[in-house]
Each structure stands twice: as structure tokens, then as C-alpha cells.
T-cell receptor, first 117, second 110 residues
Framework: DSGVTQTPKHLITATGQRVTLRCSPR?????VYWYQQSLDQGLQFLIQ???????AKGNILERFSAQQFPDLHSELNLSSLELGDSALYFC????????????????FGEGSRLTVL | GQQVMQIPQYQHVQEGEDFTTYCNSS?????IQWYKQRPGGHPVFLIQ?????EVKKQKRLTFQFGEAKKNSSLHITATQTTDVGTYFC??????????FGTGTSLTVIP
């Protein structure tokens, strides 16, 4: 158990719909990362938050948005869903203290598997 | 944008054979991390390398970070069936973006 909790574990929805994925980081971790993993594909970096603020943005579509709340949990919102959005969405957290020269170990949740029909 | 490539994409080995995966970044990395993802599981941290030319060992696993901090390798000696999974390298660029490599899927044949 990594200590990172993601809900829901599975989600099936239709094209055009909107879903919200939730992530609770490990206790004490201030950084949250979101990654998308399509079938048999690598981990595509979407976005990172640190202590409530966006820190880095990767290949995140405009239809997707995310935020980190004061209690440090994060949500990834996916809208106008397309078939190609079907994937496993991972959240990861790290301690990443202020001013750290390097990113520390990332702890991954179990993922949320999204199926768009 | 930054690209982190890994080769090979797939590798099948007989149990007991050695295995190596290579990671190459288009930009200099401040550090490199390696993760293992078992089938149906989530990535799990293996190790972090920070210094240019650094070599670290974990039992049968040997990790190297290139002198230019743009490439890395993971070598497994005498593979076992428990080594099955996908191995990812990852690193942070100057834009604070943590990118993962394309991954190498290892199959070990008993």
C-alpha cells in the first residue's frame, strides 16, 4: 500500500460526458502528479501541483483540468470525453520539499481505469 | 518538448539470462529514477541516481547514470520470473516536468 488513494477504481461512461477523478496523496506529501497510461503504453505526464498551486504542466488536453485543494487532495476533471480518452489515470505524490534540487520518490496510487464507450 | 526513449520496447528472456534496458533523454536530467510496474499494477520506485556517472546496485540489479546525465541503464543479472513487468525510467527537466520513458516490458520464460 503506497498510501495514495484514488477513486473511483473503475469508471465507464459515454462519449461527450464529463468525469472527475480524485486523489488523496500520502500524509505529508505536498506534491501531486497526474499521469495517463493508455493500453500497453507509457506514462504520459499531465500536470503537477505543489501545495495547492500548479507547478508544471505536461501534455494535458484543454478538455482536461485539475486542481489541488487546501487539504492537498487533487481532482482531475475530464470533459467532452472521447473514445481515445479511455486509459488508466494514475496519481502520484511526493514529499518534494520547497527548494528541493531534485524530485523525490513518487508514490503511485492504484489508478482509475476510465472506459469511454 | 522533452522526450525520454527506452530500448528495447519488449524483451523476452529465458530465466537465468541477463537483461538490460536503456534510457535516453533529449535533454539533461537533474536526476533519473527507475520504476517497475507489474502487470495490472502501479509503478513502484526502485532507485534514484543523481550524480553524473553514478552506479548503484540492488542485489541483481545494476543502475547507471551517464556522464552527460542524458542516459541511463538498468541491468538485471540472472533474471527470475519475479522480474516480469515493465521498467520505466523517469526524470525531471528544468521545467519541473517529470517525464517517464516509454518503458521496457520484460517477459521471463521459465
Amino acid at each position: 500500500d503506497s498510501g495514495v488513494t484514488q477513486t473511483p477504481k473503475h469508471l465507464i461512461t459515454a462519449t461527450g460526458q464529463r468525469v472527475t477523478l480524485r486523489c488523496s496523496p500520502r500524509s505529508g506529501d505536498l506534491s501531486v502528479y497526474w499521469y495517463q497510461q493508455s493500453l500497453d503504453q507509457g506514462l504520459q505526464f499531465l500536470i503537477q501541483y505543489y501545495n495547492g498551486e500548479e507547478r508544471a504542466k505536461g501534455n494535458i488536453l484543454e478538455r482536461f483540468s485539475a486542481q489541488q485543494f487546501p487539504d492537498l487532495h487533487s481532482e482531475l476533471n475530464l470533459s467532452s470525453l472521447e473514445l481515445g480518452d479511455s486509459a488508466l489515470y494514475f496519481c502520484a505524490s511526493s514529499v518534494d520539499p520547497p527548494g528541493a534540487a531534485n524530485t523525490g520518490e513518487l508514490f503511485f496510487g492504484e489508478g482509475s481505469r476510465l472506459t469511454v464507450l | 518538448g522533452q522526450q525520454v526513449m527506452q530500448i528495447p520496447q519488449y524483451q523476452h528472456v529465458q530465466e537465468g539470462e541477463d537483461f538490460t534496458t536503456y534510457c535516453n533523454s533529449s535533454t539533461t536530467l537533474s536526476n533519473i529514477q527507475w520504476y517497475k510496474q507489474r502487470p495490472g499494477g502501479h509503478p513502484v520506485f526502485l532507485i534514484q541516481l543523481v550524480k553524473s556517472g553514478e552506479v548503484k546496485k540492488q542485489k541483481r540489479l545494476t543502475f547507471q547514470f551517464g556522464e552527460a546525465k542524458k542516459n541511463s541503464s538498468l541491468h538485471i543479472t540472472a533474471t527470475q520470473t519475479t522480474d516480469v513487468g515493465t521498467y520505466f525510467c523517469g526524470g525531471e527537466n528544468t521545467g519541473n516536468q517529470f517525464y517517464f520513458g516509454t518503458g521496457t516490458s520484460l517477459t521471463v520464460i521459465p
